[in-house]
């Protein structure tokens, strides 16, 4: 067995492990699902698993296609279970991410594709950052670190190391690790 496949497989097991604590937490009532940014990241990982396998990023795009199907999951469960902190603000990123989207599929070119998923992706982010700022305990940090982690190991399982399939995960790689960040900061000063 390969290195690129060993970090494919743990990465993938990270990426779905990450997942359990958070949907465990929501039918808590601990965790309350943002349901914009559960909706941009189901569409986004769906779009960047399909612009990094024709990128030829091979098995290092498995755990953000398996991630793709557990966010709409979530956003599912967001519908039901999710916060009602929903402002303008985060309206007006669901609909520049809903734009960018837009954008992708009539670009035609994998690397501005990644790009344009890459930066949706933070617009998508926003809310939740907004919301993990002024409410730390409705969020599980340890989704964000867990998935920090397998976009992180996903980088290494690559089949091909380019822009095109590398820019994706590491976009994730910071918006899930500063997510964690701001859920933990926040989290010390509201004890």
């Not at 930066?119 to 409705?138: A, H, N, Q, V, W």
């Amino acid at each position: 067995m390969s290195i690129k496949v060993i970090f494919a497989i743990i990465s993938t097991i990270i990426g779905i492990s990450c997942f359990i604590p958070y949907i465990i937490d929501i039918f808590k009532g601990k965790t309350k699902p943002h349901s914009y940014s559960w909706l941009i990241w189901t569409i986004l990982q769906t779009t960047g698993a399909i612009a990094m396998s024709s990128g030829g990023a091979g098995l290092g795009v498995m755990s953000l296609s398996i991630g793709a199907i557990l966010c709409g999951f979530v956003f599912i469960m967001s519908l039901f279970y999710g916060s009602n902190n929903i402002t303008i603000f985060d309206t007006i990123c669901l609909i520049g991410a809903l734009i960018a989207i837009i954008i992708y599929f009539f670009l035609k070119d994998a690397l501005l594709s990644v790009i344009v998923v890459a930066i949706t992706d933070i617009i998508g982010f926003l809310p939740t950052f907004r919301k993990s700022y002024e409410e730390p305990g409705t969020e599980t940090i340890s989704t964000y670190i867990l998935s920090s982690v397998s976009s992180l190991l996903a980088l290494r399982a690559l089949s091909f190391f380019s822009l095109t399939t590398s820019l994706y995960l590491i976009s994730l790689v910071i918006t899930n690790g500063l997510c964690a960040l701001i859920i933990y900061t926040r989290g010390k000063r509201s004890i």
